[in-house]
């Protein structure tokens, strides 16, 4: 079955550190994006890339970084420069514009130890 | 700018109600409409979307949605619920035919009395 994978489900980082969340699709959509869910906030766009070596800073970019080698795979990595990491991160990507909504994945649950 | 709008953070409806969220968007043009709903850690499932066309949509699960113009509202309704319905239920809206992501409203928590 097509869809979208995120890994790991729970990821501890010590402060300082950097750390990769996964994102994988086998879904051959062309636009994949990267979400972050803190409570009562909603999600809020990281980054997102509608196209293979191109991608777009979303409203709170400051302290991530992606890359978009692969058209299955779009990694995020939390830095060290991001102040406040512990959060729920949610990937998701669609095909054909806006307007056919998103498929997500299944999360991955960031805690700063 | 572009804003999602859910007024009710946490909602409460007894088992076999009847059930409406409420979603306003601002927006430039009449955006692109969703539903989404999300169960504890989990992703965020798509219920419905509202494209062009008739303004009463329906979706999975035994959900609508009526998108109305002149109250810039796209609201969620069920005519009964069930304690499965119980989760965070998140409204969305997108712009044009580009792809450079949705925006979300903030969610409302649906709680089901028994």
């Known amino acids: 079955d097509g869809g979208i994978t995120q890994s790991p489900k729970y990821l501890f980082r010590k402060e300082g550190q950097n750390v990769t969340l996964s994102c994988e699709q086998n879904?051959?959509?062309?636009?994949m994006y990267w979400y972050r869910q803190d409570p009562g906030q909603g999600l809020r766009l990281i980054y997102y890339s509608q196209i293979v070596n191109d991608f777009q800073k979303g409203d709170i970019a400051e302290g991530y970084s992606v890359s978009r080698e692969k058209k299955e795979s779009f990694p995020l990595t939390v830095t060290s420069a991001q102040k406040n990491p512990t959060a729920f991160y949610l990937c998701a990507s669609q095909t054909g514009g806006d307007a056919y909504g998103y498929t997500f994945g299944s999360g991955t649950r960031l805690t700063v130890v | 700018a572009q804003s999602v709008t859910q007024p009710d953070i946490h909602i409460t409806v007894s088992e076999g109600a009847s059930l409406e969220l409420r979603c306003n968007y601002s927006?430039?043009?009449?955006?692109?409409l969703f539903w989404y709903v999300q169960s504890p850690g989990q992703g965020l499932q798509l219920l419905l979307k509202?494209?062009?066309?008739?303004?009463l949509v329906q979706g999975i699960k035994g959900f609508e949605a009526e998108f109305k113009r002149s109250q810039s509202s796209f609201n969620l309704r069920k005519p009964s619920v069930h304690w499965s319905d119980a989760a965070e239920y998140f409204c969305a809206a997108g712009g044009g035919g580009g792809a450079d992501g949705l925006t979300f409203g903030k969610g409302t928590h649906l709680i089901i009395q028994p």
């Open positions: 927006y430039g043009a009449t955006p692109y």
């Open positions: 509202y494209f062009s066309g008739d303004t």
């Open positions: 879904l051959n959509h062309d636009a």
